[in-house]
């Protein structure tokens, strides 16, 4: 049975991210529903790795408003993923503090180490490598977010060398 939210081809969403769409839009007035619009790209992305444009169209379906606004909103912020990453998300700030602290030189290093430049995912499919405009953290820079949870501080090349070669470590486990 076809499910009449998702578009002919796409890979469909389960039940259960429907069922957590509808209590994210109970939160507000139904005519409001759009506010839910980061909550259930956030949704999609949790059970499908990343937010195609097919499953724009289906929150945009789903909370009544055009997809271009939801487009939007998935291209605003860097949070959502457009396109499959690697097991580890690495978003290095690009921002000026950073920048000024040694940030050139650790996204530098970073790009090297894995032999990928800005927005590209290592032949092995353990890492992409991604901007940040600002994270936050300042005073703790050069910085990083790992995933979208872990705030990595004061990335000098040998902390970077640590993180990378632990996060391998860590995924041979995991495998064996």
């Known amino acids: 049975m076809s499910n009449p939210h998702f578009p ?32 259930c790209l956030a949704i999609v992305q949790q059970e499908q790795g990343f ?34 990453t690697g097991r580890f998300k690495l978003n290095v700030c690009t921002n000026l503090p950073c920048q000024l602290r ?8 970073l790009e090297k180490k894995l032999g990928v430049t800005m927005g590209g995912t290592t032949d092995d499919g353990m890492f992409t490598l991604q901007q940040s405009e600002c994270l936050g953290a300042c005073a703790d820079s050069p910085v990083m977010l790992v995933n979208d949870r872990t705030m990595c501080s004061f990335m000098s090349n040998e902390k970077l060398d640590q993180l990378i070669d632990g996060l391998r470590a860590s995924s041979k486990e995991d495998a064996a």
């Open 51 to 84: 937010v195609s444009l097919e499953s724009e169209k289906v929150v945009a379906d789903f909370l009544g408003m055009p997809q271009i606004a939801v487009h939007e909103v998935t291209t605003f912020y860097n949070m959502y993923n457009q396109q499959p």
């Open 102 to 109: 040694d940030g050139v030189t650790a996204l530098s290093h």
């Open 8 to 39: 002919a081809g796409a890979k469909p969403l389960s039940a259960s991210a429907f069922d957590r769409f509808a209590r994210e839009v109970a939160k507000y007035p139904a005519e409001q529903a759009q506010s839910a619009v980061m909550a």
